[in-house]
């Protein structure tokens, strides 16, 4: 997706969804509130990259570690990691990838199509013929 948003800076508008594989990730759920918890601080990237590099070690005492080192108010972040506005995002997330009929992560969409060959020349591919069906 770097490639992607580097060669289509004005283009391409990324948007990332939670889907907490929970019936296979144990601590699916509270990573996912974790980043939602990070994105209410301007921190969602940075707690996303911190929990993809730390992905075995995911319990709550690792994602209060977590927050505390990427420079959140950990205090704040507990509370929204609780909040029902955290878990209704959650919930939203998840309603959507059941709707279009996500199995599996990562799933990735280009304009409502389903995303088959997702190496850099596969989406430069689709993007430049959505790009010239929207000229």
Do not use: C
């Not at 909040?83 to 059941?98: G, R, T």
């Amino acid at each position: 997706m770097d490639q992607v948003l580097k060669a289509y800076p004005n283009e391409v508008k990324f948007v990332y969804k939670e889907l907490p594989l929970t019936s296979i990730h144990q601590n699916a759920l509270n990573a996912a509130k974790a980043v939602a918890a990070a994105q209410k601080q301007g921190k969602f990237w940075e707690m996303h990259d911190k929990l993809f590099a730390n992905q075995r070690a995911l319990l709550p005492d690792n994602l209060k570690q977590y927050a505390q080192e990427i420079g959140l108010d950990v205090a704040k972040f507990e509370k929204d990691m609780t909040s029902p506005e955290v878990q209704k995002q959650i919930d939203a997330d998840m309603k959507l990838a059941q709707d279009a009929e996500v199995r599996g992560t990562p799933t990735m969409f280009l304009n409502g199509k389903r995303v088959m060959n997702r190496s850099f020349e596969g989406l430069k591919q689709m993007i430049d013929e959505a790009l010239k069906q929207k000229s």
